[in-house]
C-alpha cells in the first residue's frame, strides 16, 4: 500500500507509476479528493471541540455565578451532536480513502523496463544449454501418461479439470524435489523452515496484496478462511501487527506449501499437463529486511532460486520484468524461465520480486532503529525456490530417452534410493 503522505506531496509521480503500468490514474483523484475533505472535516472538528471547550467553561462560571446556563447548555449539545455527526463522517471518508488506498499497486523501480506486457521484458541472463536431441522430444503430459505417473483423467474424475494424480514415480519425484530444495535453502542459504496453514483469514491475505483486488483467483471456504495461493502469503504475515528489533534483521524464510489458484481468466492456456494447475506445489523463499538492503537481497534471493535449477542442470533464463508485466505488489521483479524441449521456449518457474515497503504497510510490519529508537516499515521479497510441479515438467522433457525413459538428475538420485531412471514399471 502506498503512503497517503507521498500520494499528497508527489501526485505526478504516483500518476506516472500508474502509467507505466498501463493503468488509469484518475484514482489518484478521487484519492486526494478524499484525502482534502478529510483533512477539512477533522479542521472543522478541531473548530467546534474548541468552541465546545470555551461554552463548557462558560457554562461553569455561570454555575458557580448561580446565573441560568441553560440557553450555553442547549448550545454545547447542539455542538457535540455536531461533532458526532462529523466524526461518524470522517470514519467514513477514512474508509473510502483506505479501500481505494488498497487497490493502487506498488510504485515500479526505476530500473525496471518500461512497456505494456511480457514481449517489453528483458533477458539478462542464460545458463545452460538446451539439449539437442537425436530424437523428436516428447511432451511431458504425453511421456507422464506413458509412464503411468502423471493420472490427469483420475484427477478431473475425483475434483475437476486442472488437478492431476502423481503416481508411482511421479509421486516419489514430487517428493524428492521439495525435499531437495529446502535441503539448499535451508542447509546452504540459512533459511528458516516454516510449515504454515493452508488456510489464512482476510487480513492476511490482504497484507500480501491478493486482497481485495484479486478475489476471483482465490478458494474460499464457507467460514471466510481462503487457500493459500502461495506461502508468500502466510510467510510475509507471520510478523504483521510487529515491530521487529533492528538486530533481527534480516529474516529468511522457507516453506514448502500446496497452492490453490482459480487460474481466472487463464482458461484456454495450458490446458494440458501440469503448467497451469488449480493446486500445485511450491517451496517458497521470503526475506524480511532494511530497506536500504533490499535490492540487493534482491540479487541474492534470485541467485539462490538459480542454484536450486543449476544443480539440476536445467537450461534456464533470467528476464526483467516490465513495468506493464510485473506483479500488483512488486517494485522489482526477475523472473527465471525453465526451457521445455517439447514447446520449444522458456516457461516461467520462479518470479523473484522486491515488494518494497507495500505489502509492510499493508500488514503493518516495521522495525525499530537500534541508533535511533524510531520506528520504520521494513521491506519484504519473495521468490520460488522453486515451483515443483513446472520442475517436474522440465525434468520430464529434458531427461527423456528415446525409449520414453528418464534419467534422475544426479543430485534426486540420494532422494530417490539411488534410481538412476524412471521406467513404467517404477
Keep these: 500500500m502506498l503512503d497517503i503522505k507521498f500520494i499528497r506531496s508527489e501526485p505526478d509521480k504516483v500518476r506516472e507509476a500508474l502509467k507505466k503500468r498501463g493503468q488509469d490514474h484518475c484514482c489518484i483523484d478521487h484519492i486526494l479528493e478524499l484525502d482534502e475533505r478529510r483533512r477539512k472535516i477533522l479542521f472543522d472538528v478541531s473548530s467546534l471541540k474548541q468552541k465546545r471547550n470555551q461554552v463548557s467553561d462558560e457554562i461553569g462560571h455561570l454555575k458557580k455565578e448561580k446565573k441560568d446556563a441553560q440557553e450555553k447548555i442547549l448550545a454545547m449539545r447542539e455542538v457535540s451532536g455536531r461533532i458526532k455527526e462529523m466524526d461518524v463522517e470522517i470514519k467514513s471518508v477514512e ?50 501418461e506413458k509412464l503411468d505417473i502423471l493420472d490427469f483423467e483420475r484427477g478431473a ?140 537481497e534482491l540479487e541474492k534471493l534470485t541467485r539462490e532460486a538459480e542454484i536450486v535449477l543449476q544443480r539440476l542442470e536445467l537450461p534456464y533464463r533470467v528476464v526483467t520484468l516490465s513495468s506493464g508485466d510485473i506483479g500488483f505488489s512488486a517494485a522489482k ?35 525499530r532503529s537500534q541508533e535511533s529508537g524510531k520506528v520504520h516499515f521494513v521491506h519484504t521479497l519473495n521468490g520460488s525456490g522453486v515451483a515443483v510441479g513446472r520442475t517436474m515438467v522440465a525434468i520430464l522433457e529434458n531427461y527423456q530417452e528415446k525409449d520414453g525413459s528418464i534419467v534422475i538428475p544426479d543430485v534426486l538420485r540420494p532422494y530417490m534410493d539411488g534410481l538412476e531412471k524412471m521406467r513404467k514399471t517404477n
Design 95 to 144: 474508509q473510502q480513502i483506505q479501500s481505494s488506498l488498497l487497490e493502487i499497486p506498488n510504485m515500479v523501480d526505476e530500473s525496471v523496463p518500461v512497456g505494456p506486457d511480457e514481449e517489453s521484458n528483458e533477458e539478462v541472463r542464460k545458463w545452460g544449454k538446451p539439449r539437442e536431441f537425436d530424437f523428436e522430444p516428447q511432451a511431458h503430459w504425453d511421456l507422464g
Design 157 to 296: 474424475k475425483i475434483t475437476a479439470a486442472r488437478f492431476t494424480v502423481l503416481k508411482k514415480g511421479g509421486a516419489r519425484l514430487e517428493r524428492a524435489l521439495i525435499n531437495f530444495m529446502l535441503d539448499i535453502h535451508t542447509k546452504e542459504h540459512h533459511y528458516q523452515e516454516i510449515f504454515p496453514p493452508f488456510l489464512v483469514n482476510a487480513n492476511t491475505m490482504t497484507g500480501t496484496g491478493q486482497l481485495p483486488k484479486f478475489e476471483n483467483d482465490l478458494f474460499k471456504s464457507n467460514d471466510d478462511l481462503y487457500l493459500v495461493p502461495t506461502a508468500e502469503v502466510p510467510l510475509t504475515n507471520l510478523h504483521q501487527d510487529e515491530i521487529l528489533p533492528e538486530e533481527d534483521l534480516p529474516l529468511y524464510y522457507t516453506a514448502y506449501t500446496a497452492c490453490f489458484r482459480r487460474e481466472a481468466g487463464s482458461y484456454g492456456k495450458d490446458v494440458r499437463g501440469l503448467i497451469r494447475q488449480h493446486q500445485f506445489n511450491k517451496v517458497e523463499l521470503v526475506k524480511v529486511c532494511k530497506p536500504e538492503d533490499s535490492f540487493q
Design 333 to 367: 521483479t526477475y523472473d527465471l524461465e525453465i526451457w521445455l524441449p517439447a514447446q520449444g521456449k522458456y516457461r516461467e518457474i520462479s518470479s523473484c520480486s522486491n515488494c518494497t515497503d507495500f505489502q509492510a504497510r499493508r500488514a503493518n510490519i516495521r522495525y
